[in-house]
């Protein structure tokens, strides 16, 4: 075990034994169904648990909410014009959606 997690478990067991970790919000209550962090680096998954816990969405999440929207009208559309404009749409969506993922990528690293 290295120097660093020793101290990491000393200070665990001191804040447990004074009481510091009773009384915490979901104590006793199991940890939530997060299927999607297992794609998701550790680090990341704690990045966006602290955003969803405070109310903040990262654009890569808005823009994914918005491409999954624009898929479902794309499906509803008949008209060959609207579909080739729903189509462009979702592809300027998709772009940014890729960029704004590589960025994220990029900054973590």
Not at 36 to 63: C, K, N, Q, W, Y
Not at 88 to 109: C, M, Y
């Amino acid at each position: 075990m290295s120097w660093l997690s020793r101290l990491a478990e000393r200070q665990i067991q001191k804040a447990r034994l004074t009481g510091q970790l009773q009384g915490l919000e979901g104590e006793g209550k199991p940890l939530p169904d997060r299927p999607d962090d297992a794609f998701v680096s550790p680090g990341d998954a704690v990045g966006f648990r602290i955003m969803a816990e405070a109310g903040v969405l990262p654009e890569e999440i808005i823009l994914k909410k918005q491409v999954l929207a624009q898929r479902a009208l794309l499906a509803t559309l008949t008209d060959a014009s609207a579909q080739n404009a729903a189509m462009a749409e979702l592809a300027r969506l998709e772009l940014r959606q890729a960029i704004a993922e590589e960025s994220r990528r990029k900054f973590l690293r």
